[in-house]
């Protein structure tokens, strides 16, 4: 009988083109050439005897025997590293309790955790998104062992900054609110840093303004922008497609940037200790 086995790695790199969407963001996560994840998909798909993606120019989707082969290579996967993780690093485990802003949670952190919990998968992460005031009252109640806050460039340091950026005011397009005397403006609820920081600029050259918009939820409040009820503020980085940052003229004034700060309790434990390092060296490069 001629018995067939999987190759480990080729599994890896099969179900990170999967769940990221591409095979250069793949050979980035996997730290390899997109020639080289392209070599090992042809490897896989030449020991199934199957086509596992379909290719174009512009995207990458799986086919039905790709689909069949995804849930099935994560089990495998998820037992190998469980396996390892149980042999190898013992201690590296339990729950670690995460609080992190939306904004900052939707679009950076994502990859960073999953790259924490594909080395250590003994690890179970507990993330809750909420507005900055309210993380650090949660945190200073013990209820996070990690949290990640706004704060001012200038404030008393607490903690490590982790991340710094422009702050930029966004709209539908760039002739959204040109002319209006009273600047409508699309916000979260109290306490909110991007909504202070809007109305202080606001005031500060005295130019009026109204809430217009509030809503609880970051895609709520990009959705009220897009449909041109107001104009907002978000980090540069952080614009959607959708939405364009308004260049800044007399009528609107500059804000300061945004700081994301990664502030440790006092007594965690050596696993939420080595998430907080990953996540330190990780943003470093991206934010240098």
């Known amino acids: 009988m001629n018995v067939r086995n999987l190759d480990i790695d080729l599994l890896r790199t099969f179900s990170t083109i999967a769940d990221l969407g591409g095979f250069t963001a793949a050979g980035t996560r996997l730290g390899r050439t997109q020639s080289t994840i392209s070599l090992q998909i042809k490897r896989l798909e030449a020991q199934l005897g199957r086509t596992l993606f379909e290719r174009t120019a ?14 099935s290579a994560r089990k495998i996967l998820h037992m190998n590293d469980k396996l390892i993780a149980e042999l190898t690093e ?14 900052f949670a939707t679009e950076h952190l994502p990859d960073i ?4 919990t594909d080395a250590h998968p003994l690890v179970e992460l507990e993330v809750t998104c909420d507005l ?5 009252d949660r945190f200073h109640a013990g209820g996070f062992d990690l949290v990640l806050v706004k704060r001012e460039p200038a404030a008393a340091p607490q903690g490590v900054r982790v991340w710094r950026e422009p702050l930029v005011w966004v709209a539908r397009d760039q002739e959204a609110i040109d002319g209006d005397e009273v600047i409508p403006l699309v916000v979260s609820p109290e306490p909110c840093v991007y909504r202070k920081r809007a109305t202080d600029a606001l005031d500060a050259t005295g130019r009026t303004w109204r809430i217009a918009y509030t809503s609880t939820s970051l895609a709520g409040a990009q959705a009220a922008v897009r449909a041109g009820l107001g104009i907002s ?5 952080m614009v ?3 939405l364009v940052p ?14 994301i700060a990664l502030i440790e309790g006092r007594a965690i434990s050596d696993t939420a200790h080595l998430l907080a390092q990953h996540i330190v060296q990780a943003l470093e490069p991206i934010t240098n």
């Open 132 to 136: 900055t005031l309210n993380l650090l």
């Open 246 to 259: 308004i260049a800044t003229a007399q009528w609107l004034p500059k804000l300061p940037d945004t700081e």
């Open 240 to 242: 959607p497609s959708f």
């Open 58 to 71: 512009r995207s990458v989707r799986l086919t039905l025997d790709g689909h069949l082969l995804l849930g």
């Open 233 to 237: 503020v978000l980090p540069r980085k």
């Open 113 to 116: 955790l999953a790259l924490f």
């Open 90 to 103: 013992p201690d590296i485990r339990g729950a670690v309790r995460v609080g992190v802003p939306e904004d």
